[in-house]
């Protein structure tokens, strides 16, 4: 007599058999070959002969053999992975892209595997896309932001989709970017609101993409408005740059300062402090991206809101629409948000 987990399905099949997953074993009968071959096939060993590799991944479509990603990706011709290009940081704003590619990526069934450009050189630039190539990667994300390396990119035949997350095109893909220049608009907007006439702005270093975007924000938005911008100061991004280079804004004597990033707003302040200024009576000060600690200033600052993990997020989606046959080149901005905290007020 035939137990209960023994009973026959229709057909004569034992119904343990018919529910049971086939596995690497099975895939090997059927296409006649050892299991380490399967193996082999699954990591796309060099070895392994195309009329083997083809045998295994017909035994993978009979058998609907789906143990893992790799199984998945032999029968799709895919590696289920998302290349990352990165310039090496670790700033705020790309780090929290990062974040939200990787959450992306994974929620979507692929992985991610993450190079760096250490220099940003045309010769860099190859060794990482070699690196990825040689990784079989799907699709690529390049998170930089400075005009050099796009410029380079362009030069470089790159061979699958990709998105660039920053605002110009340059590199002749997809881009996703927060609109910068929109972001200092509304900078400049918020400080004419409250009657600032006079502004000046410290902004980011030249070759960055996004220090020249919101830089240019500020000078077309203030001519707009008939403001006077009194001046401009160049800084890195870091809040010693902010510090150091304080005097110097201060020196323009603007009611109104719109600053690069609040890393740079955080070296402002100190700066203002030690001048005997008091923020927002005697200055206003905006910044940019609204890191976690911006609240926690010994100013709560006012500054413009990135949602940077909605770039990452739309990033996925435009190269997931790629790969299935979706897309045409996208050019995607993201608009930013004015969080109005305690570092500005109605000019005296």
């Given at each position: ?96 892209q990062q974040i939200a590619i990787e959450t992306a990526a994974r ?196 500054t413009i809101r990135q949602e940077f993990e909605e770039v990452g ?36």
């Amino acid at each position: 007599m035939l137990s209960g987990r023994e009973m026959r399905a229709p057909g004569g099949t034992m119904a343990s058999e018919r529910e049971r997953r086939p596995n690497i074993r099975d895939v090997a009968a059927r296409a006649g070959v050892s299991y380490q071959t399967v193996s082999r096939a699954l990591n796309r060993h060099p070895n392994v002969k195309a009329a083997t590799l083809a045998k295994v991944e017909a035994a993978i479509v009979e058998l609907g053999y789906r143990p893992n990603a790799a199984a998945r990706a032999l029968v799709r011709q895919r590696s289920q992975t998302i290349g990352l290009l990165t310039l090496p940081t670790t700033d705020y704003g790309p780090q929290t892209q990062q974040i939200a590619i990787e959450t992306a990526a994974r929620d979507a069934g692929y992985r991610i595997a993450l190079t760096n450009a250490a220099s940003g050189s045309v010769e860099d630039l190859a060794a990482g896309l070699t690196f990825l190539r040689e990784t079989n990667v799907d699709a690529l994300v390049v998170s930089v932001a400075e005009t050099a390396v796009l410029e380079a990119l362009g030069q470089l035949r790159v061979e699958v989709p990709y998105v660039t997350l920053e605002p110009t095109g340059l590199a002749f893909g997809h881009s996703v970017a927060i609109d910068q220049r929109l972001g200092a608009r509304m900078a400049v907007d918020h400080l004419a609101a409250l009657g600032h006439r006079r502004i000046a702005q410290l902004r980011g270093p030249r070759g960055s993409i996004d220090a020249s975007a919101r830089a240019r924000g500020v000078e077309e938005r203030a001519a707009e408005l008939g403001l006077e911008l009194v001046g401009t100061v160049e800084g890195d991004w870091t809040p010693r740059s902010g510090y150091e280079r304080g005097p110097d804004v201060l020196a323009l004597d603007a009611t109104g300062i719109a600053v690069g990033n609040d890393q740079m707003a955080l070296g402002l302040l100190h700066a203002c402090r030690d001048a005997g200024l008091r923020v927002p009576e005697d200055r206003s000060v905006v910044g940019f991206d609204d890191v976690p600690e911006a609240p926690h200033y010994p100013t709560a600052l006012t500054t413009i809101r990135q949602e940077f993990e909605e770039v990452g997020a739309a990033a996925m989606r435009v190269l997931l629409d790629d790969l299935a046959g979706r897309a045409g080149l996208v050019h995607l901005r993201i608009p930013p948000t004015l969080v109005e905290r305690g570092s500005t007020a109605r000019v005296r």
